[in-house]
């Protein structure tokens, strides 16, 4: 099955960089990048507040950690949020171009 992982970005220039080494490196199929989100977080004892770009990249079960690991190489945190969120179901054409285009 096919999987998402979830990054926060500072910077959309940031993501794009990020988001096109995965996809070049055919680690994600796809990857959607929504700028302009607001993330209110605790960090070191001090509530924050930040601007971010929400990073999804769709890849197979199986390159979900080097996804984790490639986000994590180019990420300019030094605590990035990266998640994994499994993909339990949807067009299965879609689901099969995922497979396909991350091998």
Same mark, same amino acid.
């Given at each position: ?11 959309? #220039?940031?993501?794009? *960089? /990020?988001?096109? +080494?995965?996809?070049?490196?055919? $680690? @994600? ?12 977080? #605790?960090?070191?004892? *001090? /509530?924050?507040? +930040?601007?971010?770009?929400?990073? $999804? @990249? ?26 994994? $969120? ?18």
């Amino acid at each position: 099955m096919a999987q998402i992982v979830y990054s926060t970005i500072g910077s959309l #220039r940031e993501a794009r *960089t /990020i988001a096109d +080494a995965l996809v070049r490196e055919r $680690l @994600a199929a796809c990857v959607n990048l929504i700028p302009k989100v607001e993330s209110v977080y #605790r960090w070191k004892g *001090t /509530i924050e507040n +930040a601007q971010e770009c929400v990073l $999804l @990249a769709k890849t197979r079960d199986e390159k979900a950690q080097a996804v984790i690991d490639r986000i994590r190489s180019l990420h300019s945190y030094e605590l990035p949020d990266i998640i994994v $969120l499994p993909i339990t179901g949807g067009l299965p054409e879609f689901l099969n171009y995922i497979t396909e285009e991350s091998t």
